[in-house]
Protein backbone atom coordinates (compact mmCIF):
# COMPACT_ATOMS: atom_id res chain seq x y z
CA UNK A 1 0.00 0.00 0.00
CA UNK A 2 1.05 3.45 -0.63
CA UNK A 3 0.10 7.06 0.88
CA UNK A 4 0.60 10.37 0.06
CA UNK A 5 1.65 13.19 1.94
CA UNK A 6 -0.12 17.10 2.05
CA UNK A 7 1.09 20.17 4.10
CA UNK A 8 -1.37 22.47 5.91
CA UNK A 9 -4.46 19.79 5.99
CA UNK A 10 -6.45 19.89 9.28
CA UNK A 11 -8.15 16.96 9.12
CA UNK A 12 -11.60 16.45 10.21
CA UNK A 13 -11.93 16.01 14.14
CA UNK A 14 -13.09 12.30 13.97
CA UNK A 15 -10.13 11.45 11.95
CA UNK A 16 -7.95 13.28 14.63
CA UNK A 17 -9.62 11.44 17.37
CA UNK A 18 -9.25 8.03 15.87
CA UNK A 19 -5.76 8.05 14.82
CA UNK A 20 -4.59 9.81 18.10
CA UNK A 21 -6.64 6.66 20.00
CA UNK A 22 -4.78 4.31 17.89
CA UNK A 23 -1.51 5.16 19.67
CA UNK A 24 -3.34 5.69 22.57
CA UNK A 25 -2.45 9.06 23.47
CA UNK A 26 -5.81 9.76 25.82
CA UNK A 27 -4.04 13.25 26.84
CA UNK A 28 -5.50 14.30 23.42
CA UNK A 29 -8.29 12.17 22.74
CA UNK A 30 -10.26 13.46 26.32
CA UNK A 31 -10.49 16.65 25.31
CA UNK A 32 -11.05 17.28 21.40
CA UNK A 33 -11.97 20.43 21.27
CA UNK A 34 -8.81 21.43 22.92
CA UNK A 35 -7.11 19.10 20.16
CA UNK A 36 -8.67 20.68 17.28
CA UNK A 37 -7.84 24.37 18.68
CA UNK A 38 -4.11 22.80 18.85
CA UNK A 39 -3.86 21.80 15.16
CA UNK A 40 -5.26 24.92 13.88
CA UNK A 41 -2.58 26.76 16.10
CA UNK A 42 0.84 25.49 14.94
CA UNK A 43 2.81 26.54 13.23
CA UNK A 44 2.92 23.42 10.68
CA UNK A 45 0.61 20.23 10.14
CA UNK A 46 1.59 17.44 7.59
CA UNK A 47 -0.79 14.62 6.99
CA UNK A 48 -0.40 11.21 5.46
CA UNK A 49 -3.29 9.19 3.55
CA UNK A 50 -3.96 6.46 1.86
CA UNK A 51 -4.73 6.22 -1.44
CA UNK A 52 -7.92 4.89 0.26
CA UNK A 53 -7.89 8.40 1.84
CA UNK A 54 -7.39 6.95 5.45
CA UNK A 55 -5.36 9.47 7.87
CA UNK A 56 -2.61 7.02 8.29
CA UNK A 57 -0.02 9.67 9.92
CA UNK A 58 0.55 13.33 10.95
CA UNK A 59 3.41 15.28 12.22
CA UNK A 60 2.75 19.06 13.92
CA UNK A 61 4.37 21.75 15.58
CA UNK A 62 5.72 25.52 16.31
CA UNK A 63 8.41 27.07 14.59
CA UNK A 64 9.89 31.14 14.32
CA UNK A 65 10.85 30.09 11.12
CA UNK A 66 14.89 31.22 12.28
CA UNK A 67 16.36 29.91 15.59
CA UNK A 68 13.71 27.02 16.55
CA UNK A 69 11.38 24.34 15.41
CA UNK A 70 9.52 22.14 18.00
CA UNK A 71 8.00 18.97 16.78
CA UNK A 72 5.18 18.65 19.14
CA UNK A 73 3.41 15.63 17.72
CA UNK A 74 4.49 13.03 14.98
CA UNK A 75 1.89 9.51 14.84
CA UNK A 76 1.13 7.44 12.81
CA UNK A 77 -1.10 4.23 12.69
CA UNK A 78 -0.08 0.92 14.55
CA UNK A 79 -1.36 -0.62 10.83
CA UNK A 80 0.78 1.84 8.76
CA UNK A 81 4.13 1.66 11.26
CA UNK A 82 7.64 0.57 9.61
CA UNK A 83 6.32 1.51 6.23
CA UNK A 84 8.20 4.82 5.92
CA UNK A 85 5.22 6.83 6.73
CA UNK A 86 7.07 8.73 9.99
CA UNK A 87 10.25 9.09 7.93
CA UNK A 88 8.29 10.89 5.06
CA UNK A 89 6.50 13.09 7.62
CA UNK A 90 9.59 13.82 9.39
CA UNK A 91 11.53 14.53 6.16
CA UNK A 92 8.88 16.89 4.96
CA UNK A 93 9.42 18.99 8.16
CA UNK A 94 13.05 18.86 8.53
CA UNK A 95 13.34 20.13 4.56
CA UNK A 96 11.49 22.91 4.88
CA UNK A 97 13.28 24.05 8.18
CA UNK A 98 16.22 23.48 6.84
CA UNK A 99 17.61 26.70 7.34
CA UNK A 100 16.21 27.00 11.32
CA UNK A 101 19.08 26.76 13.49
CA UNK A 102 17.76 24.51 16.17
CA UNK A 103 14.83 21.45 16.07
CA UNK A 104 13.54 19.99 19.48
CA UNK A 105 11.64 17.25 20.46
CA UNK A 106 10.39 15.57 23.39
CA UNK A 107 9.60 11.80 23.21
CA UNK A 108 9.79 8.41 25.00
CA UNK A 109 12.73 7.13 26.06
CA UNK A 110 12.51 3.36 24.02
CA UNK A 111 14.99 1.88 22.14
CA UNK A 112 12.72 2.47 19.12
CA UNK A 113 11.95 5.95 19.56
CA UNK A 114 15.52 6.49 20.13
CA UNK A 115 16.87 4.71 17.08
CA UNK A 116 14.40 6.65 14.93
CA UNK A 117 15.26 9.85 15.83
CA UNK A 118 19.01 9.18 15.62
CA UNK A 119 18.54 7.75 12.23
CA UNK A 120 17.43 11.59 11.02
CA UNK A 121 20.26 12.88 12.55
CA UNK A 122 19.07 13.86 16.23
CA UNK A 123 21.20 13.23 19.00
CA UNK A 124 19.94 12.97 22.20
CA UNK A 125 21.34 16.08 24.72
CA UNK A 126 23.05 13.58 27.75
CA UNK A 127 25.74 12.69 24.84
CA UNK A 128 25.92 16.77 24.12
CA UNK A 129 26.98 17.70 27.43
CA UNK A 130 24.01 19.40 27.58
CA UNK A 131 20.97 19.51 29.62
CA UNK A 132 16.72 19.93 28.47
CA UNK A 133 14.95 21.37 30.52
CA UNK A 134 10.65 20.72 30.56
CA UNK A 135 7.85 22.19 32.79
CA UNK A 136 4.40 19.95 32.08
CA UNK A 137 1.29 21.36 32.98
CA UNK A 138 -0.64 17.94 31.96
CA UNK A 139 -3.64 17.01 33.90
CA UNK A 140 -4.62 13.76 34.56
CA UNK A 141 -8.05 12.66 34.81
CA UNK A 142 -7.84 8.78 36.57
Given at each position: ???HLTAGEIPELDELL???????????TRDPEALARA????SF???TRSNGGKLVGLVRGLSDDVSILFVQDILVSPDWQRRGVGRALM???LDH???VMQTALLTDDG???????????FGNTRNLGLNAFYRANMQTNS
Open positions: MTFSLYASVDWTAYLRQSVWTGAVYAHSEQRAFYESLG
